[in-house]
């Protein structure tokens, strides 16, 4: 008989692992930025809340208008915010545009099968409404939600006109602004000596200009427009960045890569552009959001003062000229104080944060 003999099960020897654990990949300057300035939460937000309004204001027709997005009125279709029909077209009498606020065409929209899509808020910036019973200025009610200004017209409305057109002019003035100033300051950085000492004379010079009397004197000679104070302004406001500009490049300049590239025979615009100017960008990149609070403030400060955009162009500055000579209509003041108030804070927010973003002391 034989014995059988087992043999005790030995586990299986695990083969050794030749997997190599990937590093991550370096971040670039501007990767690391952006996740510094994504760390500060109260920037972030800030930039969140200011461009959802800055996008709602852009399409302020869509939100704030007195004619109707679509109307049908006896199996016909109408696009009044398009193209507004006249009155004998809707069973009226005249010829003229309709006005949705009459309660005549209010009445003939009321049967059955005619109808009319409104936007959220029923008036527009410059519509006044001729069937208010109260005097104006009006207190805040059902239809005016933030009441009426001195001329009838809906202070909500036109605060959110108002707010369009002083951030887009803030934007423009300050890329332009910003244009003027690095082209500037990149010349007087790059090339220093004598070109550097002589622009540094004229600007010298351009800033003993009195910028307000020089708005002044356009402002009476020619009619005020946006335009014309966009090219006064951005005529002023470019000195206070160019400065910034030239430090950066005067101290980018001497390096070693920006030698290299002279030794490769780059010419001097080659090398501004390539080499020089994308590292002498981050005080350009954190000037951007108080450069437009800067532009915000004077487009106010002109209206107020009647130097501004001609009526009845809605403006933050008219309405607050409105208020102070109605000092009892608290509604035309209190909003659109708080309005400018919360746009330069947000700016300043997100300034904050994008100069925290670019210190490259912190990690």
């Keep these: 008989m034989n014995a059988s003999v087992t043999t005790p099960l030995t586990p299986p020897v695990a083969a050794p692992s030749h997997e190599v654990v990937a590093t991550p990949k370096p971040m670039s300057p501007n990767q690391r930025a952006w996740a510094?300035?994504?760390?500060?939460?109260?920037?972030?937000?800030?930039?969140?809340?200011?461009?959802?309004?800055?996008?709602?204001?852009?399409?302020?027709?869509?939100v704030a208008n007195d004619r109707p997005l679509v109307a049908r009125y006896e199996g016909q279709w109408f696009f009044p915010i398009i193209s507004n029909p006249p009155?004998?077209?809707?069973?009226?009498?005249?010829?003229?545009p309709t006005d949705w606020h009459d309660p005549f065409i209010r009445?003939?929209?009321?049967?059955?099968?005619?109808?009319?899509?409104?936007?959220?808020?029923?008036?527009?910036?410059?519509s006044i409404d001729y069937f208010a019973k109260e005097p104006d200025p009006a207190a805040p009610n059902a239809s005016h939600w933030l009441g009426t200004d001195e001329a009838g017209r809906d202070?909500?409305?036109?605060?959110?006109?108002?707010?369009?057109?002083?951030?887009?002019?803030?934007?423009?003035?300050?890329?332009?602004?910003v244009a003027v100033g690095v082209l500037a300051g990149a010349v007087q950085g790059y090339f220093a000596g004598r070109t550097d000492l002589a622009m540094q004379r004229?600007?010298?010079?351009?800033?003993?200009?009195?910028?307000?009397y020089v708005l002044i004197i356009f402002a009476s000679i020619f009619e005020p427009s946006?335009?014309?104070?966009?090219?006064?302004?951005?005529?002023?406001?470019?000195?206070?960045?160019?400065?910034y500009v030239r430090a950066e490049f005067?101290?980018?300049?001497?390096?070693?890569?920006?030698?290299?590239?002279?030794?490769?025979?780059?010419?001097?615009?080659?090398?501004?552009?390539?080499?020089?100017?994308?590292n002498s960008l981050t005080p350009v990149i954190t000037f951007l959001p108080f450069r437009m609070s800067a532009a915000i403030l004077?487009?106010?400060?002109?209206?107020?003062?009647g130097l501004g955009v001609p009526a009845p162009t809605p403006s933050l500055g008219d309405m607050l000229r409105q208020g102070k000579e109605n000092l009892d209509a608290w509604w035309i003041t209190v909003p659109t104080f708080a309005v400018l108030v919360v746009t330069l804070l947000l700016l300043t927010l997100i300034g904050d944060a994008l100069r925290d973003a670019f210190d490259t002391r912190k990690s």
């Design 36 to 62: 510094r300035f994504k760390r500060n939460r109260f920037g972030v937000w800030s930039l969140w809340i200011f461009a959802v309004i800055l996008a709602v204001t852009t399409l302020a027709e869509l």
């Design 250 to 278: 005067l101290r980018n300049r001497s390096l070693e890569f920006v030698k290299a590239a002279r030794a490769l025979g780059l010419s001097n615009v080659q090398i501004i552009w390539r080499h020089v100017l994308p």
């Design 202 to 212: 004229f600007i010298e010079i351009w800033n003993s200009v009195p910028e307000l």
């Design 87 to 96: 009155e004998k077209r809707l069973g009226g009498d005249f010829d003229t």
């Design 226 to 243: 946006l335009l014309l104070l966009l090219v006064l302004l951005a005529l002023f406001g470019w000195v206070s960045l160019s400065d």
């Design 107 to 126: 009445t003939l929209f009321e049967r059955e099968g005619n109808f009319a899509v409104f936007t959220a808020i029923q008036h527009s910036a410059a």
């Design 298 to 305: 004077a487009l106010t400060s002109l209206d107020f003062l």
């Design 155 to 177: 202070v909500l409305a036109r605060l959110i006109y108002g707010f369009r057109i002083s951030a887009w002019f803030g934007f423009a003035l300050t890329l332009a602004g």
